[in-house]
């Protein structure tokens, strides 16, 4: 227990840049969730969706995770957390992309598929980065910064609403 420092690996390394980018990575995945709640209104208002149907969205978004798990966590185990993580933002970057053409689509079921691109990427993320961070220094200090990396899923979660209503 030479080091006790919450970045610093045993053998010297530092690892608070990184652990700064994977942190943006939880506060990435809290506002995505956080704004799904708000894109479902919309969806409602200017689909003229019923409640029924507007479930959808949340099937949709929740279905990738079904979907994502065991391929994120194969991707994680044999091509390593970084790509991983490429995986991740690139898979969310595509589905959201997807919503340019969407809008002039303009029917439910691209949006959906809007949707579940992006919530695959998140749980490529997620799968990666929750473990990822652990390993970012001191092991005896990996559940502090996982607690600290989840913070900033929170404040997704805050900032998402109050953006998305603007």
């Given at each position: 227990m030479?080091?006790?420092s919450?970045?610093?690996?045993?053998?010297?390394?530092?690892?608070?840049?990184?652990f700064?980018?994977?942190?943006?990575?939880?506060?990435?995945?809290?506002?995505a969730?956080?704004?799904?709640?708000?894109l479902?209104?919309?969806f409602?208002?200017?689909?003229?969706?019923?409640?029924?149907?507007?479930?959808?969205?949340q099937?949709s978004?929740y279905?990738?995770?079904?979907?994502m798990?065991?391929?994120?966590?194969?991707?994680?185990?044999?091509?390593g957390?970084r790509?991983?993580?490429?995986?991740?933002?690139?898979?969310?970057?595509?589905?959201?992309?997807?919503?340019?053409?969407?809008?002039?689509?303009?029917?439910?079921?691209?949006?959906?598929f809007?949707?579940?691109?992006?919530?695959?990427?998140?749980?490529?993320?997620?799968?990666?980065?929750?473990p990822?961070?652990?390993l970012?220094?001191?092991?005896?200090?990996?559940?502090q910064?996982i607690?600290?990396?989840?913070?900033?899923?929170?404040?997704?979660?805050?900032?998402?609403?109050?953006?998305?209503s603007?």
């Amino acid at each position: 227990m030479k080091n006790k420092s919450l970045f610093i690996a045993d053998d010297g390394t530092n690892y608070a840049f990184p652990f700064v980018l994977i942190s943006c990575l939880f506060l990435l995945w809290g506002f995505a969730h956080a704004l799904l709640d708000v894109l479902n209104k919309h969806f409602q208002d200017s689909l003229e969706l019923t409640k029924a149907q507007s479930g959808m969205v949340q099937a949709s978004a929740y279905g990738a995770y079904f979907l994502m798990g065991l391929p994120a966590g194969f991707i994680a185990r044999r091509y390593g957390y970084r790509t991983g993580v490429l995986v991740g933002l690139s898979f969310f970057a595509l589905g959201c992309f997807w919503f340019v053409p969407a809008v002039s689509i303009n029917t439910f079921a691209a949006f959906l598929f809007g949707l579940l691109i992006i919530f695959s990427g998140l749980t490529c993320l997620e799968t990666v980065a929750n473990p990822y961070a652990t390993l970012l220094g001191n092991k005896e200090r990996a559940v502090q910064r996982i607690n600290l990396a989840q913070t900033f899923n929170a404040l997704g979660w805050i900032l998402g609403p109050l953006l998305g209503s603007l």
